[in-house]
């Protein structure tokens, strides 16, 4: 692993946010007989990643100034991986988008978990996340019958 923990950083800002806007597509889309239940859920689930993609950048800037912040790679990265989904409005293709954005995300935290320079403070912000995304990913397990 040759990345720096700036660039892991800002490179799970921008999966997040790129997840964020994801999973609000899949909040509007969403149609079925459990619409319901899907539409607060795929919420809870969006607003948890904007949360997180909010507390990352944050520490990123704190930890490594303003310039290790760079909105446009965000963008370009969001686009990218908004660019390669098809998003449907059948609940279990959502789901299974969910379940590759969420095991993404706990990737992207063992990665800085491994960086020699990720504090402590650091790994204690991203596991949280990893255990809130791991809690998602039991919940979408259920609901789509694969456990
Ligand atoms: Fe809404």
Not at 35 to 64: C, N, T
Request: charged fraction near 25%; hydrophobic fraction near 35%; glycine fraction near 8%.
């Amino acid at each position: 692993m040759s990345h720096h923990l700036p660039e892991i950083l800002s490179k799970f800002s921008g999966f997040l946010r790129a997840g964020q806007i994801i999973l609000q597509h899949a909040h509007h889309k969403v149609k079925g007989t459990a619409f319901h239940s899907d539409h607060e859920f795929f919420k809870e689930s969006y607003e948890a990643w904007g949360d997180a993609f909010d507390g990352i950048s944050e520490r990123l800037i704190g930890l490594y100034g303003n310039n290790s912040y760079q909105p446009e790679e965000i963008l370009t990265d969001t686009q990218k991986l908004i660019e390669a989904i098809d998003l449907s409005a059948d609940p279990n293709a959502l789901y299974d988008i969910q379940l590759v954005l969420e095991q993404g995300l706990c990737d992207i935290v063992e990665s800085i978990c491994r960086a020699t320079e990720c504090t402590e403070g650091t790994k204690q912000l991203v596991g949280d996340e990893a255990n809130k995304s791991e809690i998602r990913i039991y919940k979408v397990k259920q609901r789509c019958g694969k456990l």
